[in-house]
Nanobody, 122 residues
Framework: VQLQAFGGGLVQPGGSLRLSCAAS????????MGWFRQAPGKERKFVAA???????VYADFVKGRFTISRDNAEATVDLQMNSLKPEDTAVYYC?????????????????WGRGTLVTVSS
């Protein structure tokens, strides 16, 4: 499974950005997919996840601001980020869980894409 995340960039506080992650593999619909982020000098943190059937889980610090969604036909998972704050600045990674779960635990994801940098600054 290969994952490619894109859509990062520079955005002002209060702005929006949409990240996308494209996955290879013929069984994408069976994967659980997650988004994580890592700020400079900090540990990688869970952001949001979606299981194979579309159920979602969010970290408390993004609830109401971020939305994860998937398109199984296109083999993509998106992260819509609204009301961005400077503390949302990080490298964002997508990951695949071959067991189909929406899991907040980093260790449970078997495949990771390269990150995409999101910078929230005025």
């Amino acid at each position: 499974v290969q994952l490619q995340a894109f859509g990062g960039g520079l955005v002002q506080p209060g702005g929006s950005l949409r990240l996308s992650c494209a996955a290879s593999g013929r069984t994408f619909s069976r994967y659980g997919m997650g988004w994580f982020r890592q700020a400079p000098g900090k540990e990688r943190k869970f952001v949001a996840a979606i299981n194979y059937s579309g159920s979602t889980v969010y970290a408390d610090f993004v609830k109401g601001r971020f939305t994860i969604s998937r398109d199984n036909a296109e083999a993509t998972v998106d992260l819509q980020m609204n009301s961005l704050k400077p503390e949302d600045t990080a490298v964002y990674y997508c990951a695949a869980d071959l067991y189909g779960l929406a899991d907040p635990r980093t260790d449970n994801y078997e495949y990771w894409g390269r990150g995409t940098l999101v910078t929230v600054s005025s």
